[in-house]
């Protein structure tokens, strides 16, 4: 808030010693809100959140590739494919 606030006008130090000039706080005002976005206490729970549905979704995926290889007939076929190939 105080950096993108438009009433202060905080002029800042150089970022470096001989050839930098001093700059004004509020041209980091992008920067500042984009870190925000992405470093606050939501972001925990974001990711919990993510991990569950993660873990859902797969075990979801696995039931129903493992219900379509029976209902195709497909139960056998990667056995097949294995065991009727050579390797040298």
Known sequence: MEICH?????TMCPLCDKVCSSWKLSTACGTSWA???F????TVFF????ALW????????K?????????WDL???E??????????
């Open 6 to 10: 438009p009433k202060n006008n905080i």
């Open 35 to 37: 870190s925000h976005l």
């Open 39 to 42: 470093d606050n206490p939501a």
């Open 47 to 50: 990711s919990i959140f993510m």
């Open 54 to 61: 993660a873990a859902m979704f797969m075990e979801h995926w």
């Open 63 to 71: 039931r129903r590739q493992m219900r379509l290889n029976y209902e």
């Open 75 to 77: 139960t056998g076929f």
């Open 79 to 88: 056995d097949e494919e294995v065991s009727g190939a050579h390797i040298p």
